[in-house]
């Protein structure tokens, strides 16, 4: 299975670092990680390189519905208990956090 390019260098490279919007009330969501046919998704706020993988900050929809880390890795490697791969919603535009929220109804 190939690779999934969930983080081109061009948002990448557009992420804040892990912890520049710690306290930031409205934190600003810079992309959405989601995988068709199960209601999990990853909103990304911030992220850094870590070792040879890259650590996300966000708010998370799986299990539960909460602000944490995940890696790259996670994402693109670990077998998945669903049925098709984690995409990057290429239609996804940066707003505040509250904006999305308001928007995908969560």
Same mark, same amino acid.
């Given at each position: ?40 998704? %990853? ?7 870590? #070792?040879?993988?890259?650590? *996300? $900050?966000?708010? +998370?929809?799986?299990? =539960? ?16 208990? %669903? ?7 290429? #239609?996804?535009?940066?707003? *505040? $956090?509250?904006? +999305?929220?308001?928007? =995908?109804?969560?």
């Amino acid at each position: 299975m190939p690779i999934i390019d969930l983080l081109p260098d061009e948002l990448r490279n557009a992420l804040p670092p892990l912890d520049s919007q710690d306290g930031v009330n409205d934190p600003i969501v810079h992309a959405k990680f989601m995988c068709r046919g199960s209601d999990c998704a %990853w909103y990304v706020t911030e992220g850094s390189p870590q #070792d040879d993988d890259f650590l *996300c $900050f966000g708010f +998370v929809i799986g299990v =539960e519905k909460e602000w944490g880390y995940f890696s790259l890795s996670e994402l693109t490697e670990a077998p998945p208990p %669903w049925e098709f791969p984690i995409e990057r919603d290429l #239609d996804f535009k940066p707003e *505040c $956090f509250s904006g +999305v929220r308001a928007r =995908e109804q969560f």
